[in-house]
């Protein structure tokens, strides 16, 4: 069983900028996709941007050229840096790991913009 553990979120000033991660407590390998989710309160999850195992990237419309997906097998730890933050990204950011037919979520970390 492997736990997956965002962090990095917190109270971030429009146009700024930060960093998530998502720390697995075991070994990725054989992962298929590890993926970054985001839930504002009142709407329904939504997908941002992924990784496979070969290393191609995918992101959601809304977010290209702002969010950029990364990872660190050696460290087991997935990253989203964040660009020209404004406040319609206020929300918790959930990563998500795809790996053998099971899906694993962490419990997600909360990103608030705000002057």
């Known amino acids: 069983q492997v736990q997956l553990v965002e962090s990095g979120g917190g109270l971030v000033q429009p146009g700024g900028s930060l960093r998530l991660s998502c720390a697995a407590s075991?070994?990725?390998?054989?992962?298929?996709?590890m993926a970054w989710y985001r839930q504002a309160p009142g709407k329904q999850r939504e997908f941002l941007a992924h990784v496979t195992s070969g290393g191609t990237t995918y992101y959601a419309d809304s977010v290209k050229g702002r969010f950029t997906v990364s990872i660190d097998n050696a460290k087991s730890t997935m990253y989203l840096q964040v660009n020209n933050i404004n406040p319609a990204d206020t929300a918790v950011y959930y990563c998500?790991?795809?790996?053998?037919?099971?899906?694993?979520w962490g419990q997600g970390t909360q990103v608030t913009v705000s002057s």
């Open positions: 998500k790991m795809e790996r053998w037919g099971s899906v694993y």
């Open positions: 075991g070994s990725i390998w054989g992962y298929n996709t």
